[in-house]
């Protein structure tokens, strides 16, 4: 019975491909029912296996009669080695998608599902070349987030406008929740083929003159596709603003300078794409998982 256990579910696979297979699929189940109906396995299945993958030893007659003499045992090993990987490779995948780790919550260990995880796309910089210098990276200018004293700083760069800084919003947002010793460090970038970029990254600053910056932050990129119909009264009004105030600084250009010396920054960096990300030294391009932020961060805090 054993061996027509480890034969049903390759023969099954086989059997997709080739009809000998099916006829041994149907041999390898007959057997496996016999077995549980307590009656003995008439189709010889297990004995041919046994026969054929001794035959292939004879060259070291030995070891063929050893083999021969202990297959039972070595089928059961096997079988015992078929449920553990599968139980482990299954309890992998379970971590993976609901941890973003193979090996668990906690772990920072090697994943070879990485693997299965596309590279992130961004919003791309114009004329911009991709060759990062992270030591040139700076909090000055920036909005800042979290703890204002933590000892681990993320400094951004991002767009509003940018689909890609949104799709990082959420994990960003999660690692300062769950890290307090984190604090991040805001840079809006505004893109110039970007059309509503200067006039979001404007409103954001219109914004953070009434303390009301990371409210209006937040609002921003949780109605981002409906920014084309130009909605940043509201946003302010949502966010408690005096929205006179509001719409005197929007039609400024008070900001001009600002967004010119970020760009200048960007571009002395080498930023060639948003979001990017800087840790220390460690540079991340695009939208990250959970677990690359956890990573270098954890090894941070250990220093």
Request: neutral net charge.
């Amino acid at each position: 019975m054993v061996l027509c256990i480890i034969a049903l579910p390759i023969f099954a696979l086989l059997s997709i491909f080739s009809l000998k297979y099916r006829e041994m699929t149907k041999e390898a189940f007959r057997c496996i029912f016999r077995t549980i109906a307590l009656k003995p396995c008439d189709t010889g299945l297990d004995q041919r296996i046994k026969s054929k993958f001794t035959a292939r030893f004879m060259w070291w007659p030995a070891l063929a009669r050893g083999i021969y003499r202990h297959f039972t045992i070595l089928s059961w090993i096997f079988i015992i080695l078929l449920f553990a990987s599968t139980f482990y490779a299954g309890r992998g995948f379970y971590y993976y998608a609901a941890y973003g780790n193979c090996n668990g919550p906690d772990s920072n260990a090697f994943c070879i599902f990485n693997a299965l995880t596309p590279e992130s796309e961004i919003c791309s910089v114009t004329g911009a070349k991709q060759s990062l210098y992270p030591e040139k990276a700076s909090v000055d200018g920036a909005q800042i987030r979290g703890n204002p004293e933590g000892k681990v700083t993320i400094i951004e760069y991002g767009c509003f406008s940018c689909p890609y800084t949104k799709e990082a919003e959420p994990i960003v947002r999660q690692v300062l929740e769950d890290f307090p010793e984190v604090r991040l460090a805001f840079h809006d970038v505004p893109l110039k083929n970007h059309p509503l970029s200067r006039q979001t990254a404007a409103a954001a600053l219109c914004a953070q003159e009434q303390g009301k910056y990371w409210e209006y932050h937040d609002i921003i990129f949780e109605n981002q596709e409906s920014l084309i119909d130009s909605p940043y009264i509201d946003f302010a009004q949502q966010s408690g603003m005096d929205t006179a105030k509001f719409s005197e600084c929007l039609a400024s250009d008070k900001f001009e300078k600002t967004f010119n010396n970020t760009l200048a920054q960007a571009a002395e960096i080498g930023i060639y794409g948003t979001p990017t990300f800087f840790i220390g030294q460690a540079s991340l391009v695009g939208p990250q998982k959970y677990r690359t932020f956890r990573a270098i961060i954890n090894d941070a805090l250990d220093e």
